[in-house]
């Protein structure tokens, strides 16, 4: 049995929030130094900014970031629960000057999922964003308000009542979702950012892009029993007809 009271948040604007929480990834966060795109590579480059959520032992990350690869016109995720996912994680270790990095496929991906403390999440099924990333190219896809997403996934744990995990089964949030917080990419920003490509990256050759989102919306799919409701997972399906949510928004939300 797990807890999702296990650890208490000092910093969380809930008395009641926890401190720490995630979902496996396939692709974790990556070293920047190890990561070396180039115009003529097959790889390609993920970079966003956020907040060192702080974590308790023995949890690893503050918070993890879960995107998946994308049939935008199908509204399904691809790769099932081996494949097709690229996940930032939230590690002090891996954030570099306040920027995660990683490397992935070209492709287009939607964001997935916010988790933490392994089985808890907040599933953006219904209202998420898609962006595309090429070969050879390296993408910004601005800053991420890390710090609303985790609070906002404390309290609907503490307010469901859904703070133990019998079993090890995962708990998944699929209603009122907020849209994934991001910030605009400007010049400015896009400067800190190939400023610290020059610091980190020094085997990455191309300048950052920012990202071009677009809507999305995905169907979810289950654990390998078919018993419980989870983002991603088995047997994903196409999005549910669209429903009136006020939280919902087709573009990112800023900060």
């Not at 070396?36 to 966003?48: N, V």
């Not at 990350?61 to 994308?70: D, E, K, P």
């Not at 890390?146 to 996934?153: K, T």
């Not at 610290?196 to 799919?221: E, H, I, L, Q, W």
Request: glycine share 10%.
């Amino acid at each position: 049995m797990g807890s999702f009271m296990e650890h208490m948040n000092r910093n969380s604007l809930s008395a009641l929030a926890v401190l720490a929480l995630a979902s496996s990834p396939v692709v974790a966060g990556q070293k920047a130094e190890k990561i070396a795109i180039t115009a003529a590579g097959p790889k390609a480059a993920l970079i966003i900014k956020a907040e060192d959520i702080p974590i308790s032992y023995p949890y690893q990350t503050g918070f993890r970031l879960g995107l998946q690869i994308y049939d935008p016109d199908l509204q399904t995720m691809k790769g099932g629960p081996f494949g097709g996912s690229a996940t930032f994680e939230g590690k002090t270790k891996l954030f570099y000057g306040g920027y995660l990095v990683m490397d992935v496929k070209p492709g287009t991906y939607v964001f997935r999922d916010l988790s933490r403390q392994d089985r808890w999440a907040l599933c953006f099924h219904n209202s998420s964003l898609q962006f595309t990333v090429q070969p050879g190219e390296v993408i910004f896809l601005g800053e991420f308000n890390s710090g609303q997403h985790v609070r906002e996934l404390e309290e609907m744990a503490v307010m469901t009542g859904r703070v133990v995990s019998t079993n090890s089964e995962a708990v998944h949030f699929f209603d009122g979702i907020t849209a994934p917080m991001l910030s605009p990419v400007d010049e400015l920003s896009l400067n800190a950012v190939g400023e610290m490509m020059k610091k980190y990256m020094p085997n990455t050759t191309v300048a950052a892009k920012p990202a071009n989102f677009s809507p999305a919306r995905f169907g979810t799919g289950s654990d390998l029993f078919g018993l419980n409701r989870v983002c991603g997972g088995y047997f994903t399906k196409k999005a549910k007809p669209a429903a009136a949510s006020p939280k919902e928004n087709s573009s990112p939300q800023t900060n």
